[in-house]
Structure formats: C-alpha cells, structure tokens
C-alpha cells in the first residue's frame, strides 16, 4: 500500500539566529571633535598653567640672601678726643672754665649724643651744640663744654683719670659709656679746679 508520507514542516529561510543589535566595538567609539578655535584655547590655557607652576617653583626654589648684619653698637664705632682748656678764673660766685672735645664716628648708621656727664656733685656740664645733636660717619664735630664748679668741697682737688659718662644713641641701642680723655685732660682739669676753686677744696 502506497501512500504520502507527511514529514514535520520546516520552516522557510535561515534557522541561524541573529543577534539583532550587536554591542559596538570599543575601538570604534570616537570623541567629539573640537573646533580649532577650541584647540587653541585649551592649549594657550594648558601653557599658561605650566608658566605659572614653573615659576612658582622657581620663586620657592630660589637662593635666599643672608639677612643684613645688625649695626654696631653706639660706643664701638664713636670716640671722644680733647682738644684743649681755657681756665677763666674766678668771677664772684661763678666759677668756671671751657675745654673743647671732638667727636666722630668710624662707621654705620648716625649716633645721637644724648648725654654729656662727668662723676663730680659738685661740678656740673653744658655744651655747644646743646645736647641731643647727631653725630655721622666721616663728618667729627667739635663740642665746646662749659665747665661750672658749684660746690668746691664736691670736687677732687687731683682729678687722677677722670672721664666723661656719654649717653649714646642708634638704631641698634642706647647706651650709657665712659671716656677715658688721657692724661693731658686730667692735668688740665686738676689745674682748672685749683685756680677755680683755691683753697676751697674738700
């Protein structure tokens, strides 16, 4: 017995299946373009930061200068030297007499002359120029000191070594120093106080 024989239907067209959005390819994904307007404005702003860090560095970096010394002391770089005495004698109750001193400066910044004293109760002190006056490197002045015995029995009749007590004055400090003026100011002055005070001493 013949007869047609039905087989399972088959479907028409490919049976393989397709992947229907396939994922991109890493490789094929492209940034978007800039204009070269763009191009150029990022690089000059690229650049610009690169000069600023650069110099930036460089200001940290740099070589530090030592800072300048400090100045010297008043009494280091100022000297006092006699010059000479006049005794004037004794006029009623004034007693008095002028010796002349010089003073300058060796170096640094300009001193201020406060002070001119002397250890004596009984002998008091005034200059010309009055007291403050600048004294300045290179430029000596000369002081005329008047000299007044107020109280005889208050001053030594040998003066030995006597000095002046100078209050010193600068950028750096102020002092009180002594100045020794040598042997010729203390003769002078022994004389003078002899002639100004006769008899009178203590």
């Excluded at 200059?127 to 290179?138: D, I, L, M």
């Excluded at 750096?172 to 020794?180: N, Q």
């Amino acid at each position: 017995m013949s007869g047609s024989g039905v087989g399972p239907v088959e479907p028409e067209g490919d049976t393989h299946v397709r992947d229907t959005d396939p994922a991109p390819d890493a490789r094929h994904v492209f940034l978007p373009r800039w204009s070269p307007r763009r191009r150029r404005t990022a690089a000059g702003a690229f650049l610009a930061v690169a000069v600023l860090a650069g110099g930036t560095s460089l200001y940290l970096t740099r070589p530090r200068p030592e800072p300048p010394p400090d100045p010297p002391f008043p009494s280091q770089v100022t000297a006092f030297a006699y010059l000479d005495m006049q005794v004037r004698g004794s006029r009623g109750a004034a007693r008095t007499f002028e010796f002349t001193l010089q003073t300058f400066m060796e170096s640094g910044p300009p001193v201020t002359v406060l002070r001119i004293s002397q250890p004596y109760a009984g002998l008091t002190l005034t200059t010309v120029p009055a007291v403050p006056f600048g004294v300045k490197s290179g430029s000596p002045r000369k002081i005329t000191v008047t000299a007044e015995v107020t109280e005889c029995g208050k001053v030594p009749r040998n003066a030995g070594l006597p000095f002046l007590d100078v209050t010193l004055r600068n950028t750096r400090a102020k002092e009180v120093h002594s100045f020794i003026l040598g042997a010729r100011y203390a003769q002078d002055l022994s004389q003078a106080l002899q002639v100004a005070c006769s008899n009178g001493f203590r």
